[in-house]
């Protein structure tokens, strides 16, 4: 099982900038995804970007494309969220995890039995 640390959240003006992290540990496979979701106050989880943990590929939702980068080293067993001109909807905890596959990651994720504590992202007006 693979156990996920999230860290790097806080307040940010509009327009911002913050990096977030997640330590991976324990086993996962080469062709594990990798993602980042978030909730914001009284909505449900959403999924926000993913990477391929061996070849890299990512793909994000609409709402961050252009402003969010997700990355990995694998060398680190570390996933980034690299997040730039942020919105206060952008306003959430943030949380990492992995799945077995794109569509896993982006459909499936509310199926996932753990998470861990998350990063708190506050963007203010």
């Known amino acids: 099982q693979v156990q996920l640390v999230e860290s790097g959240g806080g307040l940010v003006q509009t327009g911002g900038s913050l990096r977030l992290s997640c330590a991976a540990s324990g086993r996962f496979f080469s062709n594990n995804i990798m993602a980042w979701f978030r909730q914001a106050p009284e909505k449900e989880r959403e999924f926000v970007a993913a990477?391929?943990?061996?070849?890299?590929?990512?793909f994000y939702t609409n709402a961050v494309k252009g402003r969010f980068t997700i990355s990995r080293d694998t060398a680190k067993n570390m996933v980034y969220l690299q997040m730039r001109s942020l919105k206060p909807e952008d306003t959430a905890v943030y949380y990492c995890?992995?799945?077995?596959?794109?569509?896993?990651?982006?459909?499936?994720?509310?199926?996932?039995?753990?998470w861990g504590q998350g990063t708190l992202v506050r963007v203010s007006s």
């Open positions: 990477v391929n943990w061996s070849a890299g590929y990512t």
């Open positions: 995890n992995v799945g077995e596959s794109m569509l896993d990651v982006t459909t499936r994720y509310k199926n996932f039995e753990v």
